[in-house]
């Protein structure tokens, strides 16, 4: 993988940044993007290139607009001299997901729709301009985050399963289209990760106390545990792997029992 172009969205904290560095520790050079955090992205894109002897440069992007994918992809054309993973991994919080974030009585046009165009229409717009640039460089490989509460209930994340439930869907359709130019695309479905994104749930505590419980591993996820997935997925190790969802849930979802 040295050598590689890794482009990422959201690699501030959480499950981004580990991916960053995981991908980093290969060799690979990281293209990503922030939001609101830019000092701290300029922290982490400084100490990936210092300890691992690669190049990182960090893009500002909002996954709520969508289109501006192609101006950064144009931006990223000019640092790199290649792109061979994508991994559309940014998630949206706060103000844009109210009516989104809820109880199904509670939900709304806006923040479901807000959920859509960061989960599905960035992942489709993100990984269209990616394939043009793998295409150029014989092929690559596509990932997009995903989440298990897609199958499993979680209190009012009805809005964010179904989307994860959508991208899911739409990496299986986009997997059958690139497979001809030798681009794989796959999701990584995690369970309950200790993030800044799962200590935003109003029931954080309870839901970190259940996963323990209920975890075959007895503990909760760590964003290192996504990345290595990741990695593994966009290595030759996984070369006729395509179209598929890989669950890194630690036993999570077998578990009904009470
Ligand atoms: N945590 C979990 O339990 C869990 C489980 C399964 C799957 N996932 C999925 O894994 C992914 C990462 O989650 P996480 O827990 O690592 O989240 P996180 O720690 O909250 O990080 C979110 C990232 O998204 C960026 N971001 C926020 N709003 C954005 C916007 N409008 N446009 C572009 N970027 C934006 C943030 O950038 P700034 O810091 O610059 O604002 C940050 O880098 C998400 O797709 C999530 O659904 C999470």
């Given at each position: 993988m040295k050598g590689k172009t890794l482009v990422i969205s959201?690699?501030?904290?959480g499950i981004g940044k580990a991916i960053a560095y995981a991908f980093a520790k290969e060799g690979v050079n990281v293209a990503f993007t922030y939001n609101s955090n830019e000092e701290e992205a300029e922290k982490i894109a400084a100490d990936l290139e210092k300890s691992y002897a690669i190049k990182a440069k960090p893009y500002k992007l909002n996954v709520?607009?969508?289109?501006e994918y192609k101006n950064l992809f144009k931006e990223i054309d000019a640092d790199f001299d290649r792109v061979d993973y994508f991994i559309s991994n940014a998630m949206i919080y706060g103000r844009a997901v109210v009516g989104g974030y809820g109880k199904f009585m509670r939900l709304k046009p806006r923040g479901l729709n807000n959920i859509y165009t960061a989960t599905v229409v960035a992942f489709v717009i993100g990984a269209q301009e990616a394939a043009k640039r793998m295409e150029k460089v014989g092929g690559g490989s596509i990932i997009s985050m995903s989440s298990t509460g897609n199958i499993t209930y979680i209190d009012n994340y009805a809005g964010h399963g179904t989307n994860k439930a959508a991208v899911e869907a739409m990496v299986r359709y986009a997997a059958m289209e690139l497979g001809e130019k030798n681009i794989r695309v796959n999701a990584v479905s995690g369970g309950p990760i200790d993030t800044d994104a799962l200590k935003a749930f109003v029931n954080y505590e309870e839901v970190k106390e259940a996963t323990e419980r209920i975890s075959a591993l007895g503990r909760i996820g760590q964003p290192e545990d996504i990345a290595g997935a990741c990695v593994f997925l966009c290595?030759?190790?996984?070369?006729?792997?395509?179209?598929q969802t890989l669950l890194v849930e630690g036993?999570?979802?077998f578990n009904t029992k009470c």
């Open positions: 959201g690699a501030t904290k709520l607009e969508p289109e290595s030759d190790k996984a070369s006729w792997i395509t179209g036993g999570t979802t």
